[in-house]
């Protein structure tokens, strides 16, 4: 079965501070993973993908497959980063997509 | 290019009241979904349609019902509504392919009394 896991619920870092969100996964077969970005009130985007391997407002996420990982970095956050964070499986078939729990980063002055 | 588009934004329903939300989409995906996102919690899938004319259970079907009008059209419906039900409801579509993203809608934040 799918799983995606995000073991911190809120993160905080000081403005400057670098960011690392974690995400970790289980699929028996070749994931497909996405992070995604939901602003207060708003709707969820699309932050990044791996297999486009792009960076997007600074932040970068590398798939381990050895670790079974795909964590979201920045090196140095802004306050504008404050958001809630979603990592994301697809897997085979187009209903096989699944969201891990989310993490609140929260970046302070 | 719309993308995705939620009527209403908002609405307010009493206890034992019906309501229908509107979810179309035009970026001739196959799939779409339908989530609840409760405060400070993460998206719950509610039901999903891998293509027009089929409809599946997620989590947390109960108390909603769905129905897929057509490739574009993918609406929930909630019979009798009740204050568990209080929630943020968004829809989201997707193309075929595993590499393809889900595209979210702005929602529809539903309050019962």
């Known amino acids: 079965a799918q799983r995606v896991t995000q073991p911190e619920k809120l993160l905080s870092v000081f403005k400057g501070a670098p960011v690392e969100l974690k995400c970790n996964y289980s699929y028996s077969g070749s994931p497909e993973l996405f992070w995604y970005v939901q602003y207060s009130r708003q709707r969820l985007q699309l932050l990044l993908r791996?297999?486009s391997r792009e960076s997007i407002k600074g932040f970068t996420a590398d798939l381990n497959k050895g670790e079974t990982s795909f964590h979201l970095k920045k090196p140095f956050a802004q306050e504008e980063d404050s958001a809630m964070y979603y990592c994301?499986?697809?897997?085979?078939?187009?209903?096989?997509?699944?969201f891990g729990p989310g993490t609140r980063l929260s970046v302070l002055p | 290019n719309a993308g995705v588009t939620q009527t209403p934004k908002f609405q307010v329903l009493k206890t034992g009241q019906s309501m229908t939300l509107q979810c179309a989409q035009d970026?001739?995906?196959?799939?779409m979904y339908w989530y609840r996102q409760d405060p400070g919690m993460g998206l719950r899938l509610i039901y999903y349609s891998a293509s027009e004319g089929t409809t599946d259970k997620g989590e947390v079907p109960n108390g909603y019902n769905v129905s897929r009008l057509n490739k574009r059209e993918f609406s929930l419906r909630l019979e009798s509504a009740a204050p568990s039900q209080t929630s943020v409801y968004f829809c989201?579509?997707?193309?075929?392919?595993?590499?393809?993203?889900?595209?979210f809608g702005d929602g529809t934040r539903l309050s019962i009394l």
């Open positions: 989201a579509s997707r193309g075929p392919y595993s590499n393809q993203p889900q595209h």
């Open positions: 994301a499986l697809s897997g085979l078939g187009g209903q096989n997509f699944v």
């Open positions: 791996h297999i």
């Open positions: 970026m001739n995906h196959n799939s």
